[in-house]
């Protein structure tokens, strides 16, 4: 075992390891594992599909509901098997807990399961390479759950290193203060923060010179971003995507999650003007009963919402327009959850997430009266998602018979065929020629089937060299 002296003393090419990083929960936590992978990598990490062969596993957790801050414990009782298994063989495994639950539940994680080495939360990941020397060295628990004064960011290595990512996530705006009353996110990943322009500026520059074509800019609450910009004043989101849409190779922008108070003028504008700007909108209502959204604390009426997406469907009239619901929330009536189907309804969504409220320690929303009974939530949730799955239907079926430019990002399921995403992000095959992947090519859509399109691409479409950033 490397102690912490040899690791100091450590030639500048360490010992090959592997890594295996399981991930739940959000594209936030998506983008974390990929910057973690990237922070080892000088250590000599390599990631493994397979935790059997790992030298260190993390898993990335989720807190946001009580089932996905469960998967976790389940996850470990695995892990334990491995790690026992290895160890009979010789060979050590070090456990990694990081992400929101592990912010959340830091110390009683190292209490209950003896298997853990590591807890690191969300905002002091960049310390893993220390973090995995000094558990190695002592060969005990380490937590690091502080939210460091000094940014993450700044610690990281440069963006990419590994393989090439035709649609990249990238993390703009973090945390969140507006703290409504059922969500756990302000207390797992901080107060807001905004990264600089300049920063994310020179992350998808570099991105797009390693062939990325395609960025989902990504936040808590993404569209209250607030960077400061070179002279110090703050930069909205709008305008970030508007200097990211000079980055000549990146021909696709999205951004996600909003909030519909942070929907301001400037934004929706852009969907009308900018056309690098894709026209999907994730925009969650969370409830149609203004009574449920003042006890959520939500600051807004459903009125304002609707008002706040016939004001983006002027912009920008095909917009594919997206939503998170809660089903449940304490106090909810029949007449509430009517409102919300009701709602769900007017404003024909091409896609949607709903939830069963899910009680969660510690916020507001969990010591409420009226909790609404598991049975009449799950009957709510069937209901509400009877109404959304008509309307993805409805979406992709208008599609159908359309051209639509498709940005290729992979094989698909058959031999001879590709998969992508056509602009209001459904999954699109065809076939098509390997070389297209990394390339955005006008297809004809033939047909739906539940979970994605499928469609020919338009005859006489030329592949062309794909255009380089100048970086
Ligand atoms: N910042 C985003 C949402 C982030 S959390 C926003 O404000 O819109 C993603 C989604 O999880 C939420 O939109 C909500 O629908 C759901 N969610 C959050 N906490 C929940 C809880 N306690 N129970 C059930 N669903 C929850
Ligand atoms: Fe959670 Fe509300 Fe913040 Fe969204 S806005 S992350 S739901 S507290
Ligand atoms: Fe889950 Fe944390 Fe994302 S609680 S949804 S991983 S911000």
């Known amino acids: 075992m490397l102690n912490k002296r040899s690791l100091a003393q450590a030639p500048q090419r360490p010992l090959p390891k592997k890594l295996h990083i399981k991930t739940f929960g959000c594209q936030m936590n998506a983008y974390d594992s990929e910057r973690m992978a990237e922070a080892l990598e000088p250590q000599g990490y390599a990631l ?15 807190h946001i509901r009580e089932k996905a801050a469960e998967k976790v414990y389940s996850e470990l009782g695995r892990m334990r098997l491995v790690k026992e298994s290895r160890r009979s063989e010789g060979r050590d495994t070090l456990i990694a807990v990081a992400g929101c639950v592990a ?33 190695s060295a002592t060969g005990r628990g380490v937590v690091a759950t502080d939210f460091p004064a000094e940014a993450k960011f700044a610690h990281l290595p440069e963006r990419p290193r590994g393989k090439v990512q035709i649609s990249a996530f990238v993390t703009v705006q973090e945390g969140c203060d507006k703290f409504c009353t059922f969500c756990v996110v302000p207390y797992t990943r901080g ?5 600089a322009p300049s920063e994310i500026v020179a992350e998808v520059e570099r991105l797009a010179g390693h062939g990325t074509r395609e960025i989902t800019l990504l936040g808590q609450n993404v569209n209250a971003y607030h960077g400061a910009g070179p002279d110090g004043r703050p930069w909205t989101l709008a305008r970030l995507l508007r200097r990211l849409a000079e980055v000549p190779s990146i021909e696709r922008l999205r951004y996600t999650t909003s909030h519909p108070l942070d929907m301001d003028e400037e934004l929706i504008r852009l969907h009308g003007d900018a056309p690098k700007l894709m026209p999907y909108l994730h925009l969650p209502f969370q409830s149609g009963s203004d009574r449920m959204l003042k006890a959520m604390n939500r600051k807004h009426t ?30 909810e009536t029949d007449k509430d959850f009517e409102a919300t189907l009701a709602l769900a309804a007017r404003a024909r969504f091409a896609q949607a997430f709903s939830f069963m ?14 909790q609404v009974p598991e049975e009449v939530k799950r009957q709510r949730l069937h ?27 992979r094989q698909g399921r058959k031999p001879g065929q590709i998969a992508g995403r056509s602009p209001y992000l459904q999954a699109v095959h065809v076939e098509g020629p390997e ?22 691409i338009k005859s006489g479409f030329e592949w062309r060299e794909p255009v380089q950033a100048a970086v």
Do not use: W
């Not at 304002?304 to 002027?314: L, P």
């Not at 993805?392 to 159908?400: K, L, P, Q």
């Open 48 to 62: 493994t599909e397979d935790p059997a062969e790992a030298d260190l596993v993390i898993l990335n957790t989720c």
């Open 103 to 135: 912010q959340a539940e830091g110390a009683e994680i190292m209490a209950r399961a003896r298997v853990v080495d590591i807890v690191v939360g969300p905002q002091s990941y960049h310390r893993l390479p220390d973090l995995v020397a000094e558990a």
């Open 191 to 195: 107060a807001e923060f905004s990264r």
């Open 302 to 331: 459903a009125p304002e919402y609707e008002a706040v997406i016939g004001r983006v469907r002027e912009a920008r009239p095909d917009i594919a327009l997206s939503t998170d619901i809660i089903v449940g929330f304490p106090g």
């Open 357 to 370: 409220y899910s009680a969660r320690a510690g916020t507001p929303a969990a010591s409420l009266d009226g």
């Open 383 to 409: 209901a509400v998602q009877s109404v959304l799955d008509g309307d993805r239907h409805a979406f992709d079926r208008a599609t159908v018979g359309r051209r639509l430019k498709v940005l290729f990002e």
């Open 435 to 456: 070389k297209l992947i990394g390339q955005i090519a006008a297809v004809d859509i033939l047909a739906t089937s539940p979970n994605s399109l499928t469609g020919v």
